[in-house]
């Protein structure tokens, strides 16, 4: 049997794209080597998210008795909180093994190879389709240094079912930042070097150091502006060794965490087939197509956008470039996250970009503590930027460093996504009382 479409890899992506397209009526196989879900579902986004639950529940512990709550004796169980993850990560599992328990779609277990532009091996299986999308996600990347092989990665921390005492982050990314508000929330002692000036590179500079200071305060210790040189194995775990205003330093501590982004996944046979392969990933078009025209890649291999919900964007922009049919979605509006206490989202350009791009906007800002329901939370950290363009009205860039900012940027990723003006944000009646008021309010201010 040739089937219409082939997905190497079952994440998000992959498995979205191929109910969609059984949807439709394609035949689809769709090859997985580990585990339905990718790296998204059972070592990334789901697990940590499980475990940021349980770093805010004991954020508002630790808080409580700023709500008349006195909390005495209380312990961390850690091990509970790995097996509530691991029970949310394999519910999830099963939903997604129900979703390709379809007629159209043929899950096939084991590793992809391509023999040329229409066949794949898998394991011993050979595989025909019309179209195969490469969906095979990422690695974690290491930092070439003396000892880097001591360095956990974010699958290694995942993994562990008891808490090390002392914990240094190499990479103050949203990778990193995430481990260090969970580990610190449990009680670990946690230290952050970052190459960068400031933490989270991509995000808007003035609710990076937003999050930075509010960390710092919860005694996660932040180090930017520093280069990790090596790490060494000490009495007390190890030894980190970086350098910062051109000095030397040290830090000790139990366990190390390399955090210092990711590498694509090239399945083999890619290059050999004459699809171009860069230092960023496999090269693609505004269609997903690679230099073989019958071969597309989504998500995080392509390295175009390293997030869960571009690689499902890309996956329906592939779908529909098969199909021949036209295809709405802007892949220059998507929303980016931190799942930190408080949370950081954005969308859009940041007030610097907009600066080196010369272009004509205006900037305001609101803060949560004057937010009814962020006071009544007792979660009044943070605030909102919004930048908006002096000429159209329209909404250029939003950042939020704030509770809920997640679910918060979502108002404004749909007002841009629909090319709304700021004016017709400000018309829109927001209820009372509620948090995504705060964006009401700054955009007022235009």
């Known amino acids: 049997m040739k089937y219409d479409i082939l997905i190497i890899g079952a994440g998000p992506g992959g498995y979205e794209m191929a109910a969609e397209a059984a949807q439709h009526g394609l035949s689809v196989a769709i090859a997985e080597r580990d ?68 007629p159209q779609i043929t899950v096939l277990e084991g590793e ?28 974690p990347k290491a930092l070439p240094i003396e000892g880097a092989e001591h360095a956990m990665t974010s699958d290694d921390i995942l993994a562990m079912t008891t808490l090390p005492k002392s914990l240094c982050v190499i990479g103050g990314g949203v990778i990193g930042m995430e481990f260090a508000g969970i580990f610190s929330s449990f009680g670990v002692e946690v230290s952050v070097v970052e190459f960068c000036k400031e933490i989270l590179p991509p995000f808007d500079k003035d609710v990076a150091k937003r999050l930075r200071t509010v960390m710092g305060k919860r005694g996660v210790d932040i180090k930017v502006g520093a ?84 690689a499902s964007a890309h996956g329906t922009i592939a779908l529909h470039a098969i199909e021949g049919k036209p295809c709405s979605v802007k892949l220059h509006i998507v929303p980016s996250a931190v799942f930190t206490t408080p949370e950081m989202a954005m969308v859009g350009l940041t007030e610097e970009q907009c600066k080196a791009q010369e272009l004509d906007v205006t900037v305001k800002k609101g803060f949560f503590r004057s937010n009814g329901k962020a006071l009544a939370m007792g979660e009044t950290e943070g605030l909102v930027k919004l930048i908006v363009d002096n000429a159209s009205r329209q909404i250029l860039g939003c950042h939020i460093c704030g509770p809920h900012a997640a679910d918060l940027i979502q108002e404004v990723v749909m007002a841009m996504n629909a090319e709304a003006s700021i004016d017709a944000l400000v018309s829109s009646i927001h209820g009372h009382p509620t948090l995504g008021e705060v964006i009401l309010n700054v955009a007022r201010q235009f």
């Open 35 to 102: 585990q339905l879900g990718g790296t998204c579902l059972n070592r990334g986004c789901i697990p940590t998210k499980a475990l940021c639950r349980n770093a805010e529940v004991l954020n508002l512990l630790h808080d409580a008795e700023a709500f008349g709550v006195s909390v005495q004796g209380m312990t961390v169980d850690y091990a509970k909180a790995v097996q509530r993850k691991d029970a949310v990560v394999s519910q999830l599992r099963d939903g997604i093994a129900m979703l390709m328990n379809h």
């Open 112 to 139: 992809a190879r391509f023999v040329d532009a229409h066949t794949v091996t898998v394991g011993e299986e050979q595989v025909e389709a019309e179209n195969i999308v490469i969906a095979t996600g990422s690695a």
């Open 227 to 310: 280069g990790v040189k090596a790490i060494a194995k000490s009495d007390a775990g190890y030894t980190v060794t970086y350098e910062a205003k051109g000095k030397e330093l040290a830090i000790e501590c139990e366990a190390v965490l390399m955090a210092v982004g990711r590498r694509p996944v090239i399945p083999e046979g890619v290059e050999a087939l004459g699809i171009e392969v860069s230092r960023r990933g496999i090269e693609v078009n505004e269609q997903m197509q690679t230099a073989v025209p019958s071969v597309y890649a989504i998500g995080d291999v392509n390295g175009r956008c390293m997030l869960a919900h571009a």
